[in-house]
């Protein structure tokens, strides 16, 4: 790609601004400051023509699953922004909380010219690997900016202007980065005035989104000084529980009112005396508040949940002054269950959240193991802290070890010129989460086992141990105990991981499965944009069903019905069509969801191939093969 300066002469000027012989860029002392630390701390060479790294395909989709609600909070926005800036050849990116690009808008012509810069899905954009950049400066400082052609540290991207700004969760935690950037601009850094606002103000909608998606089942006030703006532009977002307890507060309501970044009642923000505010929900009234603190008036709406759901327990009805009523929102998922095992597993996981005690979470696969132990997280004292979740029995063996613990420079051929942090050092200070902890080799769980007795990790071509303070949940549809005795599971990690164990039902023994369905159909129609509706007939099926797959199952069944329906009213013809054969009314007088029905829909669904009949039913072929046999059923091509 073209340059606009000499790639020896950005490097001299690098070095120069550096020593203090030549002046800095743009004046700006965070700048400076990243300059320093990508070529002191990082060693990168401002020199170096090499684009970006970028993931693989299965890598970029194992990031990707990770951040599905944010991506679906931010597509519109992103689409938006695109179109506004595009005429000016923008792309517009979307990373993760570690710089990786996990979404994008271009212009298809364009592809070619912005690939060759290294602005496509899957690159990665942090200050240790590609120095100063706009994303790279937004992560390290959570603040927007412009990062304009020479800006940029490396000589690869000096024809680049880039502008970003941050979005957080609901928790205050970092969850991405929103960019502009152009290929080539000809004029100065003052020109990106206007994209650069565009930028922040997309990021601001996208933050609200996802506020909106992650509190759906609380009410959400929408609040603003002016009575004109509430509908079109509310400025603060304020969710709470059925009992008033403040949940959560956008970024907007947080800066202006500190009080809401320690538990609070909404009583003690605003001054309901005239009228509840669940009654100004009932009647969609824009109603006149007025602020405790200092008496300023605020007009405001509420939205009631998208799903009303059962009361919490007594313990969780008190009044603020407790941390318990902040937790109780972070679980509310499995607290607000009516299904007695899952309710007592989350009332003794808000017990357990943040007492340095490692936790292990066994149940079928899909039966939401993961979505736990975030929440056990999220109840925690490590909430706005890193939650890295790794997948043991989705990597190689040969680079689990080298994904857990990182790597020294020249650890091995391939490896990266400054090395790697693994995982475990990415989750300093906040929660490791190892899925599938029953697919690691036995080598690895003897360091697994090191790091949680000494707290330090070593990574791989390293002497020097580095220091690690984490909580650890782990995951598995396996029989450990089993394990162990076989000899395939180390005995003293067993010990030492199931310091609390919670063992999940699968979704057909749950009490609540109606309330599951009910849920995640509400959920998946709300993500389209439209009003969508269950057909009565096929939620009776669908709660008889016994979902091999449990809730995910469920949930990508469900996400293809909203997508594919022509109507509003989903019926059994919008399920995937393997799932509406096992669902479809067996013979006269046979229950619809027998296990004969069950297995002769699964065979038919797969033309008779018992591999694919076997994964979809969720069993091994030989128990398949026991089964018909069980049934008598005959293949109709031997009749």
């Not at 000499?6 to 490097?11: E, K, M, V």
């Amino acid at each position: 790609m073209p340059y606009a300066v000499p790639q020896t002469q950005h490097a001299d000027r690098v070095r120069g601004a550096l020593d203090g012989r030549l002046p800095a860029p743009a004046e700006s002392s965070r700048l400076v400051s990243s300059w320093q630390r990508s070529f002191e701390r990082y060693r990168l060479d401002p020199a170096s023509s090499i684009g970006p790294r970028v993931l693989t395909a299965s890598e970029l989709r194992e990031v990707r699953d990770k951040e599905e609600a944010f991506l679906r909070a931010s597509g519109q926005c992103l689409t938006r922004l695109h179109d506004m800036i595009r005429v000016a050849d923008y792309c517009v990116m979307l990373t993760d909380a570690h710089g990786v690009t996990i979404d994008y808008r271009i212009d298809r012509e364009r592809r070619a010219d912005f690939r060759h810069a290294g602005l496509h899905i899957g690159s990665c954009w942090s200050e240790s690997e590609e120095g100063t950049c706009g994303v790279a400066s937004v992560l390290t400082d959570l603040a927007p900016i412009t990062v304009h052609k020479t800006d940029h540290f490396r000589a690869a991207f000096t024809t680049l202007t880039c502008s970003a700004a941050p979005i957080f969760a609901p928790s205050g935690a970092l969850i991405g980065v929103l960019d502009a950037s152009a290929v080539q601009s000809p004029d100065n850094r003052d020109s990106q005035c206007l994209v650069y606002q565009l930028v922040r103000q997309s990021a601001a909608l996208i933050e609200d989104g996802y506020f909106l998606h992650h509190t759906a089942q609380y009410w959400v006030l929408f609040g603003h000084p002016s009575r004109h703006y509430v509908e079109a532009q509310p400025e603060w977002l304020i969710a709470f529980d059925e009992c008033g307890n403040i949940v959560a507060a956008n970024r907007h309501a947080r800066d202006a009112l500190p009080a809401l970044r320690e538990p609070r009642h909404i009583d003690e923000i605003f001054d309901t005396a005239d009228m509840p505010l669940r009654d100004a929900a009932r009647s969609d009234a824009i109603v006149p508040l007025r602020l405790r603190a200092t008496g300023a008036p605020l007009h405001a709406r509420l939205r009631a949940p998208l799903r009303r759901v059962a009361r919490e327990s007594a313990a969780a009805s008190r009044r603020p002054g407790g941390g318990t009523a902040r937790q109780v929102g972070a679980l509310t998922p499995f607290l607000r269950s009516s299904d007695p095992r899952i309710a007592q597993h989350a009332e003794l996981a808000l017990r357990v959240a943040s007492k340095r005690l490692p936790i292990l979470v066994l149940g079928e696969t899909g039966a939401g193991k993961e979505v736990f132990a975030r929440a056990i997280h999220d109840a925690g004292a490590r909430r706005a802290r890193p939650f890295v979740a790794v997948n043991c029995g989705a990597l190689p063996e040969a680079l689990i070890e080298s994904e857990l613990f990182g790597y020294a420079a020249g650890a091995f051929t391939g490896a990266r010129k400054h090395g790697a942090r693994g995982k475990i050092a990415l989750a300093d200070g906040g929660t490791l989460f190892l899925d599938e902890i029953g697919d690691m080799p036995l080598a690895l769980q003897t360091r697994l086992l090191r790091v949680l007795a000494d707290g330090e990790v070593v990574p791989l071509g390293s002497d020097t141990p580095v220091r690690v303070d984490l909580d650890v949940i782990c995951a598995t549809h396996r029989d450990l105990a089993q394990m162990v005795a076989a000899g395939a599971f180390r005995e003293d990690l067993y010990y030492r991981l199931s310091g609390a164990v919670f063992t999940l039902p699968p979704l057909r023994e749950r009490a609540d499965v109606r309330d599951v369905i009910d849920a995640v159909f509400a959920e998946e129609a709300h993500a389209t944009g439209h009003v969508l509706t269950l057909d009565g007939a096929l939620a009776d099926r669908l709660a008889a069903y016994a979902w091999p797959g449990n809730v995910r199952q469920l949930r990508n069944a469900l996400r293809y019905a909203c997508a594919v329906c022509e109507s509003a009213r989903i019926t059994l013809r919008d399920l995937p069509a393997d799932l509406a054969a096992r669902l479809s009314p067996g013979l006269p007088g046979e229950p619809p969801d027998d296990e004969r029905g069950r297995i002769v829909a699964a065979l038919t669904a797969h033309r008779w191939r018992p591999d694919a009949a076997a994964e979809a039913l969720g069993i091994s072929r030989a128990t398949l093969y026991r089964r018909i046999a069980k049934h008598r059923i005959v293949a109709p091509h031997r009749v």
